[in-house]
């Protein structure tokens, strides 16, 4: 009886020595679990900067040949680009469609700020409001009355009818796509894309110039931005989809429309092989960016 009352008191004594370092591992793998370290995504092999680009045999605008190089197995990057409020990435892309040429842009982003945020615009960035911009937006959350996808060509709003309004620190996929017989705005959620079709954008004027993450008309983005790419064709809603279905490592399709790729893996490079690398300002890239990407 003894022995079994010192063994018993042995173990009452471990446990009050121990306990809170008990209690300590079992809070810090709480968070770790919730910040998302032991999903299969934050697990995941990553891609490296500049592990995958499009290879021009004839040299930058040429449109023969063209092949993906590198590891191109829609890999999650490694980095994402992060946006403070006061950041932006301009790249200068001299066949940057204008007026009603046809135009695709897709980007995955998320944001943490009020709406009232630009992902990208380009046209007249002297902007004067309706009637005399000639500037291109798309952005969220400024005229469509909630947090739905938008663009705003020369004041012509289109939202694009995700089923709610997007979240905060939630990753989505969105696309536009604009041509002589008007616009559509795509939204990714749950793995399927929702758009909506508006007016003709025909007195965007070009200046050949591409801003992420800012608008002369003060909608700026906190939030995360990665894989733009700009096509100077009107991808189809099936190309959208397979894009989309890609996920945020996806690699670009439809090579020979291809004028621009930013990956943000950790540099504002083009990738497309035009090189037109983009002016990061005020940009940082993090690896801890899984915890609200969910692939389509």
């Not at 490694?78 to 301009?90: C, D, E, K, P, R």
């Not at 793995?191 to 800012?214: A, D, E």
């Not at 397979?242 to 790729?261: K, R, T, V």
Request: aromatic fraction near 12%; charge should be negative; hydrophobic fraction near 35%.
């Amino acid at each position: 009886m003894r022995l079994k009352n010192r063994k018993m008191q042995s173990a009452m004594e471990y446990l009050a020595t121990y306990s809170w370092a008990i209690l300590f591992i079992v809070v810090a793998l709480g968070v770790m679990y919730y910040l998302g370290f032991f999903s299969s995504q934050a697990s995941s092999i990553r891609a490296q900067p500049g592990s995958c680009s499009v290879y021009r045999p004839n040299g930058a605008g040429s449109t023969s040949y063209l092949t993906l190089a590198g590891s191109c197995g829609n890999q999650l990057p490694q980095y994402v680009a992060l946006f403070n409020g006061n950041s932006h990435i301009l790249a200068s892309i001299p066949y940057l469609p204008s007026g009603s040429e046809p135009v695709t842009v897709t980007v995955w982003f998320y944001y943490e700020n009020t709406p009232n945020i630009m992902l990208l615009s380009y046209g007249n960035t002297s902007y004067h409001g309706c009637g005399d911009g000639n500037y291109y937006s798309f952005r969220i959350g400024v005229d469509c009355g909630s947090t739905y996808i938008e663009s705003d060509p020369w004041c012509s709003q289109t939202c694009a009818p995700t089923p709610a309004p997007l979240a905060k620190g939630t990753w989505y996929f969105a696309a536009l796509i604009s041509n002589s017989t008007g616009q559509t705005i795509y939204g990714g959620v749950d793995g399927k894309l929702y758009g909506k079709t508006g007016g003709v954008p025909s007195n965007i004027l070009s200046t050949g110039q591409l801003v992420i993450g800012m608008g002369s008309d003060g909608s700026n983005l906190v939030g995360g931005v990665s894989n733009v790419q700009v096509y100077n064709a009107t991808l189809t809603e099936s190309e959208l989809q397979s894009l989309y279905s890609e996920g945020i490592g996806g690699a670009p399709i439809n090579l020979q429309n291809l004028i621009a790729w930013y990956p943000l893996n950790g540099d504002a490079n083009d990738y497309s092989g035009n090189q037109q690398n983009g002016a990061p300002f005020n940009i940082t890239y993090s690896s801890a960016w899984t915890s609200g990407y969910n692939a389509p």
